[in-house]
């Protein structure tokens, strides 16, 4: 019966090897096929509240957004706890290729949408997409999308088989598997996979994606493309044109900061000779830079928030706010910008921020407007901020 299977699945790959007269891959090349990247619609964007990003395991679609677009997702959760959404849709919302993503804890959620047109997909080909984040320490892989027709699928199954078979059979040496492995398994398995599903017969397909990335590395801005090919079983190979970029400018609350240089008194008795100590207004007095606090105001710049947090913490000023905020320990940022000078813009804004968080909204607002009639352009800022974007909204 295996005998006959083999033949069977050889005899359609020959058959579609020369069925159409010309490879898969200049098919495609022809129409110029590729993948389509885009940001998630905001209605369906995952809530950037620390609280839904720092504990939980998993992200929920709301199931009435969903509704709205007339869409059904389905969750594939990975060992990590990421998560990844498969969504099959008619039509995808154009949306702009740039978007401000809040940082809260440390990290940013990345949230976005890969399309595929139904020209990739078929019985003899297996896609493989590969969203990659680009940032200032490097490229990073966001795991693999892959699509196997139902041919192709089986005929990988077949050659796998076969090559497990050898070994079994003959147990050859290191060399002799390697030679092996390359004349049975054509098509090397794909490692690292996000999402495997098999190609669909008529129509596109949609994945959706979202993904914590520590900032601490990021720097300003992250920079988001597709990469991924099409392997036929006629031995072609389609490499898919350049996606477009989708750009990401991280919104942090280091805005707030205070760089400017913080100084420490000394002051010294003045002494003479052998004589006693003068009085206590005979004194010298110098001014020098404090380095201690220099230092936690650069880790704080460098988003190395706990590091940061030690040095500043004595200090219980703007800056420990901001470290408190940005590690979303709010309720202690609260009682310590409650203690700060009322007419700062920046102490309004940020313990707005800290109310909201709290869920306290009349107090948020109030430091909102105080906040606003201090620096008019605080008023365009919390676009940045979900917290009192969402608060303002619904005032």
Same mark, same amino acid.
């Given at each position: 019966?295996?005998?006959i299977?083999?033949? #069977?699945?050889?005899? $359609?790959?020959? @058959?579609?090897?020369?069925?159409?007269?010309?490879?898969?891959?200049?098919?495609?090349?022809?129409?110029d096929?590729?993948?389509? $990247?885009?940001?998630?619609?905001?209605?369906?964007?995952?809530?950037?509240?620390p609280?839904?990003t720092?504990?939980?395991?998993?992200i929920?679609?709301?199931? !009435?957004?969903?509704?709205?677009?007339?869409?059904?997702?389905?969750?594939?959760t990975r060992?990590?706890g990421e998560?990844?959404?498969?969504?099959?849709?008619?039509? #995808?919302?154009?949306?702009?290729?740039?978007?401000?993503?809040p940082?809260?804890?440390?990290?940013?959620?990345?949230?976005?949408?890969?399309?595929?047109p139904?020209?990739?997909?078929?019985?003899?080909?297996?896609?493989v997409?590969?969203?990659?984040l680009?940032?200032?320490?490097?490229?990073?892989?966001?795991?693999?999308?892959?699509?196997?027709?139902?041919?192709?699928?089986?005929?990988?199954?077949?050659?796998t088989?076969?090559?497990?078979?050898?070994l079994?059979?003959?147990q050859?040496?290191?060399?002799?598997?390697?030679?092996?492995?390359?004349?049975f398994?054509?098509?090397?398995?794909?490692?690292?996979?996000?999402?495997?599903?098999?190609?669909?017969?008529?129509?596109?397909a949609?994945y959706?994606?979202?993904?914590r #990335?520590?900032t601490?590395?990021?720097?300003?801005? @992250?920079?988001?493309? /597709?990469?991924?090919?099409?392997?036929?079983?006629?031995?072609?190979?389609?490499p898919?044109?350049?996606?477009d970029?989708?750009?990401?400018?991280? !919104?942090s609350?280091?805005?707030?900061?205070d760089?400017?240089?913080?100084?420490?008194?000394h002051t010294?008795?003045?002494?003479?000779?052998?004589d006693?100590?003068?009085?206590?207004?005979?004194?010298?007095?110098?001014?020098?830079?404090?380095?201690?606090?220099?230092?936690?105001?650069?880790? $704080?710049?460098?988003?190395?928030?706990?590091?940061?947090?030690?040095? /500043?913490?004595?200090?219980?000023?703007l800056?420990?706010?901001?470290?408190?905020?940005?590690?979303?320990?709010?309720r202690?940022?609260?009682e310590?910008?409650?203690? @700060?000078?009322?007419?700062?813009?920046?102490?309004?804004y $940020?313990?707005a921020?800290a109310?909201?968080?709290?869920?306290?909204?009349?107090k948020a607002?109030?430091?909102?407007?105080?906040?606003?009639?201090?620096?008019e352009?605080l008023?365009?800022?919390?676009?940045?901020?979900?917290?009192?974007?969402? @608060?303002?909204?619904?005032?």
């Amino acid at each position: 019966m295996k005998r006959i299977l083999c033949v #069977i699945v050889s005899t $359609l790959a020959v @058959l579609l090897l020369f069925a159409g007269g010309c490879s898969v891959a200049r098919r495609l090349d022809r129409r110029d096929v590729s993948a389509v $990247l885009s940001h998630t619609p905001r209605a369906l964007r995952v809530d950037a509240r620390p609280e839904a990003t720092a504990t939980a395991d998993t992200i929920e679609i709301r199931e !009435s957004a969903a509704a709205d677009f007339g869409l059904t997702p389905v969750t594939v959760t990975r060992e990590n706890g990421e998560e990844t959404y498969h969504i099959e849709i008619e039509e #995808i919302v154009v949306v702009a290729p740039a978007r401000s993503l809040p940082e809260r804890l440390g990290a940013v959620t990345v949230d976005f949408t890969v399309r595929l047109p139904a020209e990739l997909s078929g019985a003899d080909r297996r896609v493989v997409i590969t969203p990659v984040l680009h940032r200032e320490d490097g490229r990073e892989p966001l795991g693999n999308i892959v699509l196997s027709g139902e041919l192709f699928g089986r005929v990988q199954k077949r050659n796998t088989w076969q090559y497990a078979r050898y070994l079994t059979l003959f147990q050859p040496d290191s060399v002799q598997a390697a030679q092996a492995y390359r004349r049975f398994v054509h098509h090397t398995p794909v490692t690292d996979v996000r999402a495997d599903y098999p190609a669909h017969r008529n129509g596109e397909a949609t994945y959706r994606f979202t993904q914590r #990335i520590p900032t601490a590395s990021a720097g300003r801005r @992250l920079r988001l493309t /597709l990469e991924g090919c099409v392997e036929a079983l006629d031995g072609s190979r389609y490499p898919l044109p350049p996606s477009d970029t989708l750009v990401y400018h991280i !919104s942090s609350l280091l805005t707030f900061a205070d760089t400017t240089a913080r100084y420490v008194r000394h002051t010294f008795p003045v002494c003479s000779g052998n004589d006693a100590l003068y009085p206590p207004q005979d004194t010298l007095t110098t001014v020098t830079p404090d380095t201690l606090y220099r230092r936690g105001t650069e880790l $704080l710049m460098s988003k190395k928030y706990i590091q940061a947090l030690e040095l /500043l913490m004595p200090y219980g000023d703007l800056n420990t706010a901001v470290c408190l905020l940005s590690l979303g320990n709010d309720r202690r940022a609260c009682e310590l910008l409650q203690r @700060l000078p009322p007419d700062d813009a920046r102490v309004c804004y $940020l313990l707005a921020i800290a109310y909201a968080r709290l869920r306290e909204e009349d107090k948020a607002f109030d430091a909102y407007q105080r906040a606003c009639a201090l620096d008019e352009n605080l008023e365009y800022r919390a676009a940045l901020d979900p917290e009192l974007h969402s @608060l303002i909204k619904n005032r």
